[in-house]
């Protein structure tokens, strides 16, 4: 009796969600598709031109390829970076000892905070820090990168950390206590139980740091706005300033758009499909 009821009604309460869905979503992503093969100021004067708006993005300048260039360095190190400090405090946090609790809200509090805000306020202490050698971040490029991913580690890493808990503390006991029995060292057992029992864990989080480093904006824009010059821009915020401070690159803007969601999309599937290959392994 539920499920016929269940059957009958669903597709009204599923019809809502849908509609919010098309409209938020897909709609503006078609139409955003269709605008970056136009030149255009408002949708309404859209004027269809083909391929030149992606022609335009590698021939006008080199900031799309720069700011790709930056993006993928910074994404590979804070990655790398991210995954590793929040996998070793998860392992001292699902250790026995006082205020585990507490340390592990103090960890994830970072990541409620927004990214605008977090940006001023690192830029604020960055600039404490480096002023006393007569420089800013703003000075060179390397601090900006720096500084970026100090940034992504310290919002990021409770968050990261809150994950890998989850998949320590479901690895069985019994395997751990059998390997005590047989002389295993601690590092044999992290190799040979742990690490291997929280892999799925390990996939998660690589696929959102992956996803959301290779995404940031709003740290990128309050912590060094691209300076300097745009040596420190990364996509995001290049295809921002691309489509906002250049009058008549609208549409160019929309094609650099295009071409970061399929990096993104590729980026994603290929991640998702190797973590899929070695957890079948």
Do not use: H
């Not at 009058?247 to 993104?264: D, H, L, N, R």
Request: glycine share 8%; charged share 10%; aromatic share 16%.
């Amino acid at each position: 009796m539920i499920k016929k009821y269940v059957g009958k009604y669903f597709p009204i309460f599923l019809l809502p969600t849908l509609i919010a869905f098309f409209v938020s979503f897909v709609a503006p992503f078609v139409i955003g598709m269709y605008l970056s093969f136009c030149e255009f100021t408002t949708v309404s004067n859209a004027r269809f031109v083909g391929l030149e708006n992606y022609v335009k993005v590698f021939s006008s300048s080199t900031d799309f390829l720069n700011a790709l260039w930056f993006t993928v360095k910074f994404t590979v190190v804070s990655v790398i970076a991210v995954n590793v400090l929040a996998f070793l405090l998860a392992l001292i946090l699902t250790r026995p000892m006082k205020g585990t609790n507490a340390f592990r809200t103090g960890f994830f509090m970072p990541n409620l905070i927004g990214g605008i805000v977090l940006g001023y306020i690192w830029q604020i202490i960055i600039n404490g820090v480096l002023g006393y050698f007569g420089v800013d971040i703003t000075y060179a490029a390397k601090y900006g990168f720096w500084g970026l991913v100090i940034l992504t580690c310290w919002q990021q890493i409770g968050y990261m950390m809150i994950i890998y808990i989850a998949g320590i503390q479901n690895v069985p006991g019994d395997m751990l206590e059998a390997a005590d029995i047989d002389g295993a060292t601690y590092f044999q057992k992290l190799r040979y139980i742990i690490l291997p029992t929280v892999s799925s864990s390990v996939a998660i989080c690589t696929f959102l740091t992956l996803t959301n480093s290779f995404k940031l904006f709003d740290q990128n824009l309050a912590l060094t706005g691209g300076a300097p010059g745009k040596e420190t821009a990364m996509l995001a915020l290049d295809i921002y300033k691309t489509f906002y401070n250049r009058v008549g690159y609208e549409g160019v803007g929309q094609a650099k758009a295009v071409i970061f969601f399929i990096i993104v999309a590729l980026i994603a599937l290929v991640q998702q499909y190797v973590t899929r290959t070695r957890e079948d392994l």
